[in-house]
């Protein structure tokens, strides 16, 4: 069965700084793999995907993450982190058909100013 | 782009009484559904898988009969917490699979039972 693991619970960088949040999953096959945001109360908002090919993907605000698949890793990243950046993120995996989509628990993140 | 559409996007309802939210796809036709929940400061935790036509798949663990899943077209699919209590406030959310867009999220519906 899929699963997700984010080791980090929450982090706290400074505005400016650069960020990685960690990611790591177990799937049988060819995963699909996911980062979503979300801040307080609201919905997801997908910030990238990977589903093949070139195993690092941009994404949307600045975030891009490099798929490894000899670490089972698909972290993200961020070169240089914004206030706005603060908020809870998942990653998560899903799978080719019907496949249903796992999350991870998530790593809520604080911006320092 | 695909869009899903979660109505309504907050409820507050007396315990005892029954809710339905609503997951409409509304430029492509969703094969499958799943509904999440997500309790505060928590990660989502998927609750049921439809797929247009027929019953749903649940979790271990998530009770059929009081989660009431109906999928009957390929743009609608339903949930109702029936005999709703107050630990089952919390925040709904759907997601839509088609072959083309992959997983589309609804914006979500918090559930507060009082």
């Known amino acids: 069965a899929q699963s997700v693991t984010q080791p980090d619970i929450h982090i706290t960088v400074s505005e400016g700084a650069s960020l990685e949040l960690r990611c790591n999953y177990s799937?049988?096959?060819?995963?699909?793999l996911f980062w979503y945001v979300q801040s307080p109360g609201q919905g997801l908002q997908l910030l990238l995907k990977?589903?093949?090919?070139?195993?690092l993907v941009q994404g949307i605000k600045g975030f891009e993450a490099e798929f490894k698949r000899s670490q089972s890793s698909f972290n993200l990243r961020k070169p240089s982190v914004h206030w706005s950046d603060a908020a809870e993120y998942f990653c998560?995996?899903?799978?080719?058909?019907?496949?249903?989509?796992?999350f991870g628990a998530g790593t809520r993140l604080t911006v320092k100013p | 782009g695909a869009v899903v559409s979660q109505h309504p996007s907050w409820v507050i309802c007396k315990s005892g009484t029954s809710v339905k939210i609503e997951c409409r796809s509304l430029?492509?036709?969703?094969?499958?559904m799943f509904w999440y929940r997500q309790f505060p400061k928590q990660s989502l935790m998927l609750m049921a898988t439809?797929?247009?036509?027929?019953?749903?798949?649940?979790e271990q663990g998530v009770e059929k009969d009081k989660f009431l899943i109906n999928h009957a077209s390929l743009t609608l699919s339903t949930l109702t917490v029936t005999s709703a209590h107050p630990e089952d406030s919390s925040f709904y959310i759907c997601?839509?699979?088609?072959?083309?867009?992959?997983?589309?999220f609804g914006s979500g519906t918090r559930l507060t039972v009082v």
């Open positions: 997601s839509a699979r088609s072959g083309n867009y992959g997983y589309t």
């Open positions: 799937y049988g096959a060819t995963p699909y």
């Open positions: 990977y589903f093949s090919g070139d195993t």
């Open positions: 998560a995996v899903g799978g080719l058909g019907n496949n249903d989509m796992r």
């Open positions: 430029d492509f036709q969703a094969t499958t």
């Open positions: 439809s797929n247009e036509g027929s019953k749903a798949t649940y």
